[in-house]
């Protein structure tokens, strides 16, 4: 005599997404930095990028068109940019700037404090080999910071690394029980 088990089986699975990245794409875009880089370096050309089809080819192009005076002079413009990149950058942006009372981190401040002053020496120090008029100091730090201020907010309190963590979670369960039980002959005998 043979037995026959009934068995139940059960597949659950969970999948769960950190409402602040819903791909791998969104937070690449997140910690990318080039477009900030290259819209303060547009900035400083006096230049827009224009996105053009080729009547020939129908191939989309992009090309930098002039449309004002540049701020500085190439050495001025590059040596701006080398600096810059050493701060907008996804390495830094995963520190940690701890809070010392609600919303307030008296780190965060020095740093940006230091920063602002680092790019004024920099700046008043080589602005006349650089070729940067002095009526536009002032604007040109000020523009820069206010690109470089918000994007360090993101390290106040550690919450940029902390939202990575759950990025997405993925749960799987498998179980399989025994039913009843039945006295089921095999062949018809018993």
Not at 48 to 69: C, P
Not at 108 to 121: A, G, H, K, M, P
Not at 130 to 147: L, P, R
Request: charged letters at 25%; glycine letters at 4%.
């Amino acid at each position: 005599m043979v037995y026959l088990v009934e068995l139940e089986s059960s597949y659950n699975t969970t999948t769960e997404s950190n409402k602040y990245y819903q791909s791998a794409t969104a937070l690449q875009i997140r910690l990318e930095t080039s477009q900030m880089i290259e819209n303060i370096e547009m900035f400083l050309r006096g230049a827009i990028i224009v996105v053009e089809q080729d009547e020939k080819t129908g191939k989309i192009k992009t090309r930098r068109v002039n449309r004002g005076q540049a701020k500085a002079n190439d050495l001025g413009i590059q040596s701006i940019l080398n600096w810059i990149q050493l701060i907008l950058n996804p390495q830094v942006v995963q520190g940690n700037f701890p809070v010392d009372s609600p919303s307030h981190s008296t780190m965060y401040e020095e740093y940006i404090y230091n920063v602002r002053v680092d790019l004024t020496s920099m700046i008043v120090i080589n602005c006349y080999n650089w070729k940067i008029i002095d009526e536009d100091i002032e604007m040109i730090i000020d523009s820069i910071m206010n690109a470089i201020e918000p994007f360090m907010t993101r390290l106040i309190d550690n919450k940029e690394r902390e939202s990575y963590v759950d990025t997405i979670k993925h749960v799987e369960n498998n179980s399989v029980k025994e039913g009843k039980g039945s006295n089921m002959s095999i062949l018809g005998q018993s």
